[in-house]
């Protein structure tokens, strides 16, 4: 796979940089008993989740004050969101493990996490669970584990996938090929 890069009136075929090693890396981790571990972790995560906002969570918002329940509700909405972002990845290195996916597919950036911000109060999800006794005990839960997991995921992410768009314009065949679009050029011109 090629991407192509606009640099000083030149267009630079840029090739996939992954090394045979790297790649060889990234499918034996996802044939690895930490990725089944993790997988399981983050999905079993999710259906908890699930089940405790339709159930239990929807009786325990309706409990609360009225600036405890709105924050309730955007730490809910956030949890989903980390947790579908979780499971997004790790439903991709299940088809690259699977062959259902390349990894040309799975190292594009729309598959990257990123950090997260902070909330609108400046908060990180565990200073919030600290600081927010009155949101229900099991939501602070759910929110403190799925940052850690969230945390976990990221640092592998960055360890499989990170050295990708670090090299990206800085590898020996971009460099190649500059210099044979450049002598090309020089050539034809």
Known sequence: MSATYNTDAATVAILDTLTPQAEARLLEFTKSELFAKTFREGMDMVEETAAYLDGPGRQDSKKLGRNDALTY????????????????????QR??????????EARQDKYRLVPETKSEEGLTFSDLAKDAYALPARLLDLLARSESLYERIMRLDRSLYGSIAAQRGNTVADQISR??????????G
């Open 179 to 188: 210099l044979e679009a450049a002598f090309g050029r020089v050539a034809n």
């Open 73 to 92: 509700a955007s730490q809910s909405m956030r949890l989903t969101t980390r947790l579908m972002q979780v499971a997004s990845w790790l439903l991709v």
């Open 95 to 104: 088809a690259l493990k699977e062959g259902e996916m390349v990894s040309s």
